[in-house]
């Protein structure tokens, strides 16, 4: 199953909103993906968390990319 494009949109806008890189929005898009098509292994979703969490930049840090 597609992710629904406008939930897409919606998670663009927030994640530019929010003065995040593009890349986090390409990140929790691909894991939201691979959510809803059910088969991610559990090492799978660890990793796909990890990227997310790398991919937040935290104000007064520098970029991890």
Partial sequence: M???SA???A???AV????QPRALSLRLEAWLQAMTE???AQEDQ???YED???AVQVEGQPSAN
């Fill in 2 to 4: 597609a992710l629904d």
């Fill in 7 to 9: 939930l897409a949109a």
């Fill in 11 to 13: 998670l663009r806008e």
């Fill in 16 to 19: 530019e909103e929010s003065g």
């Fill in 38 to 40: 059910g088969d991610d």
């Fill in 46 to 48: 660890a990793q796909r």
């Fill in 52 to 54: 997310v969490r790398e």
